[in-house]
Protein backbone atom coordinates (compact mmCIF):
# COMPACT_ATOMS: atom_id res chain seq x y z
CA UNK A 1 0.00 0.00 0.00
CA UNK A 2 0.52 3.66 0.20
CA UNK A 3 3.56 4.32 2.38
CA UNK A 4 5.88 7.25 3.09
CA UNK A 5 9.56 6.90 5.31
CA UNK A 6 11.34 10.11 6.75
CA UNK A 7 14.38 10.45 8.78
CA UNK A 8 13.33 10.28 12.72
CA UNK A 9 14.23 12.91 14.62
CA UNK A 10 15.10 14.12 17.43
CA UNK A 11 17.18 16.89 14.91
CA UNK A 12 18.73 19.14 16.95
CA UNK A 13 20.32 22.57 15.35
CA UNK A 14 21.96 25.55 16.12
CA UNK A 15 20.12 28.58 15.25
CA UNK A 16 21.31 30.04 11.50
CA UNK A 17 22.20 26.24 10.65
CA UNK A 18 20.84 24.54 7.40
CA UNK A 19 17.95 21.84 7.83
CA UNK A 20 17.16 18.88 5.65
CA UNK A 21 14.69 16.34 6.61
CA UNK A 22 14.84 13.53 4.30
CA UNK A 23 11.19 11.96 2.78
CA UNK A 24 10.13 9.20 0.15
CA UNK A 25 7.31 7.74 -0.97
CA UNK A 26 5.94 5.06 -2.65
CA UNK A 27 5.57 5.40 -6.36
CA UNK A 28 1.89 4.27 -6.88
CA UNK A 29 0.92 6.74 -9.41
CA UNK A 30 1.54 10.27 -9.24
CA UNK A 31 0.41 11.60 -5.98
CA UNK A 32 0.13 14.85 -4.73
CA UNK A 33 3.21 15.18 -2.17
CA UNK A 34 3.16 17.45 1.21
CA UNK A 35 4.65 19.11 4.06
CA UNK A 36 3.07 19.68 7.60
CA UNK A 37 3.98 21.06 10.72
CA UNK A 38 2.88 20.82 14.20
CA UNK A 39 3.77 23.31 17.15
CA UNK A 40 2.89 22.17 20.16
CA UNK A 41 -0.52 21.88 21.52
CA UNK A 42 -1.72 22.78 18.25
CA UNK A 43 -2.85 20.87 15.08
CA UNK A 44 -1.40 19.93 12.03
CA UNK A 45 -0.34 23.14 9.35
CA UNK A 46 0.18 23.23 6.07
CA UNK A 47 3.76 24.14 4.84
CA UNK A 48 4.17 23.78 1.23
CA UNK A 49 2.83 21.18 -1.37
CA UNK A 50 3.86 19.88 -4.71
CA UNK A 51 1.64 18.52 -7.49
CA UNK A 52 3.55 17.15 -10.12
CA UNK A 53 7.14 15.95 -10.73
CA UNK A 54 9.47 18.41 -10.46
CA UNK A 55 7.64 21.06 -9.12
CA UNK A 56 8.79 22.80 -6.08
CA UNK A 57 7.09 24.22 -3.12
CA UNK A 58 7.95 26.96 -0.81
CA UNK A 59 6.96 28.78 2.47
CA UNK A 60 8.19 30.40 4.75
CA UNK A 61 12.01 30.00 4.06
CA UNK A 62 11.50 26.07 3.40
CA UNK A 63 11.50 24.80 0.10
CA UNK A 64 10.64 20.97 -1.23
CA UNK A 65 11.38 19.63 -4.67
CA UNK A 66 9.02 16.46 -6.37
CA UNK A 67 11.85 14.02 -7.14
CA UNK A 68 10.49 11.68 -9.42
CA UNK A 69 13.04 9.89 -9.93
CA UNK A 70 14.10 9.26 -6.26
CA UNK A 71 10.74 9.13 -5.32
CA UNK A 72 11.41 11.82 -2.57
CA UNK A 73 10.79 14.91 -1.16
CA UNK A 74 12.93 16.32 0.76
CA UNK A 75 12.29 19.36 2.69
CA UNK A 76 15.43 22.12 2.88
CA UNK A 77 15.63 25.70 4.97
CA UNK A 78 18.84 27.31 4.74
CA UNK A 79 18.55 29.11 7.60
CA UNK A 80 16.82 28.03 10.60
CA UNK A 81 15.42 30.02 13.60
CA UNK A 82 14.42 28.65 17.72
CA UNK A 83 10.44 29.10 15.71
CA UNK A 84 11.07 26.64 13.75
CA UNK A 85 11.26 24.41 16.48
CA UNK A 86 8.30 21.81 15.57
CA UNK A 87 7.19 18.64 14.52
CA UNK A 88 7.31 17.93 10.45
CA UNK A 89 5.40 15.72 9.01
CA UNK A 90 5.98 14.73 5.35
CA UNK A 91 2.65 13.15 3.28
CA UNK A 92 1.36 12.07 -0.08
CA UNK A 93 -2.13 12.21 -1.47
CA UNK A 94 -4.27 9.02 -2.03
CA UNK A 95 -7.62 8.41 -3.53
CA UNK A 96 -11.05 10.68 -1.90
CA UNK A 97 -8.01 13.08 -0.98
CA UNK A 98 -6.94 10.87 2.11
CA UNK A 99 -3.12 11.64 3.08
CA UNK A 100 -0.76 8.84 3.89
CA UNK A 101 1.66 10.32 6.59
CA UNK A 102 5.47 9.52 7.98
CA UNK A 103 5.93 9.29 11.42
CA UNK A 104 7.33 12.74 12.02
CA UNK A 105 10.45 14.16 12.83
CA UNK A 106 10.98 16.59 15.56
CA UNK A 107 13.20 19.78 15.07
CA UNK A 108 14.74 21.63 17.98
CA UNK A 109 16.54 24.64 17.31
CA UNK A 110 18.71 25.98 20.39
CA UNK A 111 19.61 29.73 20.48
CA UNK B 1 -11.61 33.19 8.68
CA UNK B 2 -12.38 31.16 10.67
CA UNK B 3 -10.35 27.58 11.10
CA UNK B 4 -11.56 24.17 11.95
CA UNK B 5 -12.98 23.98 15.31
CA UNK B 6 -13.13 21.15 18.08
CA UNK B 7 -14.33 20.84 21.37
CA UNK B 8 -13.67 20.10 23.96
CA UNK B 9 -9.81 21.32 23.97
CA UNK B 10 -9.58 18.85 27.09
CA UNK B 11 -11.16 16.31 28.33
CA UNK B 12 -10.57 13.93 31.44
CA UNK B 13 -12.76 10.83 32.32
CA UNK B 14 -13.24 7.58 33.93
CA UNK B 15 -13.08 4.35 32.31
CA UNK B 16 -16.46 3.57 31.07
CA UNK B 17 -18.20 6.75 30.40
CA UNK B 18 -19.46 7.68 27.02
CA UNK B 19 -17.14 10.29 25.36
CA UNK B 20 -17.95 13.01 22.69
CA UNK B 21 -15.57 14.84 20.79
CA UNK B 22 -17.08 17.58 18.18
CA UNK B 23 -15.91 19.05 14.88
CA UNK B 24 -16.96 21.65 13.02
CA UNK B 25 -15.06 22.36 9.27
CA UNK B 26 -14.69 25.33 7.92
CA UNK B 27 -17.35 26.69 5.72
CA UNK B 28 -17.62 25.59 2.11
CA UNK B 29 -15.25 21.94 2.58
CA UNK B 30 -16.77 19.09 1.78
CA UNK B 31 -14.26 16.87 2.90
CA UNK B 32 -14.11 15.51 6.55
CA UNK B 33 -11.54 13.48 8.27
CA UNK B 34 -10.88 12.27 12.06
CA UNK B 35 -7.52 11.21 12.82
CA UNK B 36 -5.91 9.84 16.36
CA UNK B 37 -2.34 10.84 17.57
CA UNK B 38 -0.18 8.53 20.01
CA UNK B 39 3.23 8.96 20.82
CA UNK B 40 3.32 5.01 20.12
CA UNK B 41 1.31 4.92 16.91
CA UNK B 42 1.52 8.68 15.54
CA UNK B 43 -1.12 9.75 13.10
CA UNK B 44 -3.71 7.56 12.65
CA UNK B 45 -6.67 8.41 10.12
CA UNK B 46 -9.99 6.89 11.91
CA UNK B 47 -12.85 8.13 9.30
CA UNK B 48 -13.49 10.56 6.51
CA UNK B 49 -16.60 11.88 4.87
CA UNK B 50 -17.47 13.24 1.84
CA UNK B 51 -20.54 15.82 1.52
CA UNK B 52 -21.51 13.87 5.03
CA UNK B 53 -21.14 10.37 3.54
CA UNK B 54 -18.87 8.15 5.57
CA UNK B 55 -16.65 6.97 3.01
CA UNK B 56 -14.18 4.71 4.42
CA UNK B 57 -13.92 3.48 8.03
CA UNK B 58 -11.55 1.61 8.27
CA UNK B 59 -9.81 3.14 10.64
CA UNK B 60 -11.94 2.98 13.92
CA UNK B 61 -10.24 1.00 16.29
CA UNK B 62 -13.63 -1.14 17.55
CA UNK B 63 -17.14 -1.09 17.74
CA UNK B 64 -16.99 1.24 20.52
CA UNK B 65 -16.19 4.04 18.57
CA UNK B 66 -18.89 5.70 15.97
CA UNK B 67 -18.51 9.15 13.99
CA UNK B 68 -21.52 11.26 12.34
CA UNK B 69 -22.21 14.02 10.46
CA UNK B 70 -25.73 14.79 10.21
CA UNK B 71 -24.86 18.25 8.14
CA UNK B 72 -22.31 20.33 6.48
CA UNK B 73 -21.56 21.89 9.90
CA UNK B 74 -21.28 19.63 12.05
CA UNK B 75 -19.43 16.36 12.82
CA UNK B 76 -19.32 14.17 16.26
CA UNK B 77 -16.56 11.07 17.25
CA UNK B 78 -17.83 8.85 19.86
CA UNK B 79 -16.44 6.56 22.27
CA UNK B 80 -18.77 3.92 24.16
CA UNK B 81 -17.44 2.77 26.65
CA UNK B 82 -14.32 4.44 26.84
CA UNK B 83 -10.85 2.95 27.97
CA UNK B 84 -7.57 4.30 29.26
CA UNK B 85 -6.13 3.44 25.97
CA UNK B 86 -8.56 5.42 24.29
CA UNK B 87 -6.14 8.39 25.86
CA UNK B 88 -5.00 10.18 22.94
CA UNK B 89 -5.08 13.60 21.22
CA UNK B 90 -7.93 13.57 18.24
CA UNK B 91 -7.82 15.60 15.57
CA UNK B 92 -10.25 16.77 12.38
CA UNK B 93 -9.91 18.48 9.27
CA UNK B 94 -11.65 19.30 6.53
CA UNK B 95 -10.48 19.89 2.66
CA UNK B 96 -12.63 21.29 -0.19
CA UNK B 97 -13.37 18.57 -1.86
CA UNK B 98 -12.55 15.02 -2.57
CA UNK B 99 -9.57 16.17 -5.36
CA UNK B 100 -6.19 14.94 -3.75
CA UNK B 101 -4.47 18.00 -4.41
CA UNK B 102 -6.61 19.81 -1.55
CA UNK B 103 -5.17 20.28 1.59
CA UNK B 104 -6.43 19.23 4.64
CA UNK B 105 -7.02 22.20 7.63
CA UNK B 106 -7.07 20.70 11.00
CA UNK B 107 -8.19 21.76 14.00
CA UNK B 108 -6.56 21.88 17.36
CA UNK B 109 -7.00 18.80 18.91
CA UNK B 110 -9.03 17.25 21.49
CA UNK B 111 -6.59 15.92 24.29
CA UNK B 112 -8.33 12.93 25.66
CA UNK B 113 -7.52 11.35 28.98
CA UNK B 114 -9.63 7.99 30.45
CA UNK B 115 -8.23 6.77 33.83
Known amino acids: GDSVTQMEGPVTLSEEAFLTINCTYT??????LFWYVQYPGEGLQLLLKATKADDKGSNKGFEATYRKETTSFHLEKGSVQVSDSAVYFCARGAAGNKLTFGGGTRVLVKP | DAGVIQSPRHEVTEMGQEVTLRCKPISGHNSLFWYRQTMMRGLELLIY????????DSGMPEDRFSAKMPNASFSTLKIQPSEPRDSAVYFC?????????????FGDGTRLSIL
Open chain 2, 93 to 105: ASSLDSNSNQPQH
Open chain 1, 27 to 32: ATGYPS
Open chain 2, 49 to 56: FNNNVPID
